[in-house]
Nanobody, 123 residues
């Protein structure tokens, strides 16, 4: 499975962005797909996940602002990010795997990773 993430950019605080993660060589319908992010000088952290059955999970700092969704026809997972804050600045990665739902926040569980897309939020 190959993943192509895109949609990052430079925005101001309060703006919105939508990241896309397109898959080839596999179908998201049978995988759990997650978004992770890594800020400069920090470890990569879990942001959101969309399970093969439609479950969703978010890290607390983005709840109510970010929405993860999936378009099966396009084999693409999206991360809609609203009310962006400077602390959301990071390289965002999408990843996919077949994982027990209880472990979706663990990056080591993900087998396939996209290349990352940079989101910069200015204050």
């Amino acid at each position: 499975v190959q993943l192509q993430a895109c949609g990052g950019g430079l925005v101001q605080a309060g703006d919105h962005l939508t990241l896309s993660c397109a898959a080839s060589g596999g179908t998201f319908r049978t995988y759990t797909t997650g978004w992770f992010r890594q800020a400069s000088g920090k470890e990569r952290e879990f942001v959101a996940a969309f399970g093969w059955s439609g479950n969703r999970k978010y890290t607390d700092p983005v709840k109510g602002r970010f929405t993860i969704s999936r378009d099966n026809a396009k084999n693409t997972v999206y991360l809609q990010m609203n009310s962006l804050k400077p602390e959301d600045t990071a390289v965002y990665y999408c990843a996919t795997t077949k994982v027990v739902w209880g472990r979706v926040t663990e990056e080591n569980e993900y087998m396939y990773w996209g290349q990352g897309t940079l989101v910069t939020v200015s204050s």
